[in-house]
T-cell receptor, first 112, second 108 residues
Framework: NAGVTQTPKFRVLKTGQSMTLLCAQDMNHEYMYWYRQDPGMGLRLIHYSVGEGTTAKGEVPDGYNVSRLKKQNFLLGLESAAPSQTSVYFC???????????FGPGTRLTVT | KNEVEQSPQNLTAQEGEFITINCSYSVGISALHWLQQHPGGGIVSLFMLSSGKKKHGRLIATINIQEKHSSLHITASHPRDSAVYICAVNFGNEKLTFGTGTRLTIIP
């Protein structure tokens, strides 16, 4: 099993460009999460999903959109990137009935 | 407000030393997690606990529910233990609240 994978691993965007980050898991987990990690701060929740077709806002949702059309995939979109969105993005998933989350390897995004 | 605080922020020690990293939280929890992140690397779960103590190899995690405090201990530390250690908490729901992490450096 690959676990949780993220695509791409690195990306550089110019201000105003758009992009989509893909998270995929092969563990049949119900819950999926998108976080951002910035220096000096703990990971912060952007959006999450409790099942296929559902999404919900986390702590820092502004400037991001998400979709969960298939159970195994959770997409994070930036419609108009801003330098403040320069960060490392982590996806995670977990099964129902457990609190343990499984993390992807991260995507390092730089917006210039 | 649901908060998680870790100390110290940075810790440098000699190989072989006993290491303690602390985590405190503001209100009652469902579960507490200790995570490890190597430089430039992903995040790995070390422990999940809601009471008592757990041990895995040289790593030990304890939690005191009454004092709202958890500790992560590393015995006989080794340079490969150098990483950021993150405490995270479930405050009664399916979402995690994270501490800011402790950067541990073990010098040979």
């Amino acid at each position: 099993n690959a676990g949780v994978t993220q695509t791409p691993k690195f990306r550089v965007l110019k201000t105003g460009q758009s992009m989509t980050l893909l998270c995929a898991q092969d563990m049949n987990h119900e819950y999926m999460y998108w976080y951002r990690q910035d220096p000096g701060m703990g990971l912060r929740l952007i959006h999450y999903s409790v099942g296929e077709g559902t999404t919900a806002k986390g702590e820092v949702p502004d400037g991001y959109n998400v979709s969960r059309l298939k159970k195994q995939n959770f997409l994070l979109g930036l419609e108009s990137a801003a330098p403040s969105q320069t960060s490392v993005y982590f996806c995670a998933s977990k099964p129902s009935g457990s609190y343990e989350q499984y993390f992807g390897p991260g995507t390092r995004l730089t917006v210039t | 407000k649901n908060e998680v605080e870790q100390s110290p922020q940075n810790l440098t020690a000699q190989e072989g030393e006993f290491i303690t990293i602390n985590c405190s939280y503001s209100v009652g929890i469902s579960a507490l997690h200790w995570l490890q992140q190597h430089p430039g690397g992903g995040i790995v779960s070390l422990f999940m606990l809601s009471s008592g103590k757990k041990k895995h190899g040289r790593l030990i995690a304890t939690i005191n529910i009454q004092e709202k405090h958890s500790s992560l201990h590393i015995t006989a530390s080794h340079p490969r233990d150098s990483a950021v250690y993150i405490c995270a908490v479930n405050f009664g729901n399916e979402k995690l609240t994270f501490g800011t992490g402790t950067r541990l450096t073990i010098i040979p």
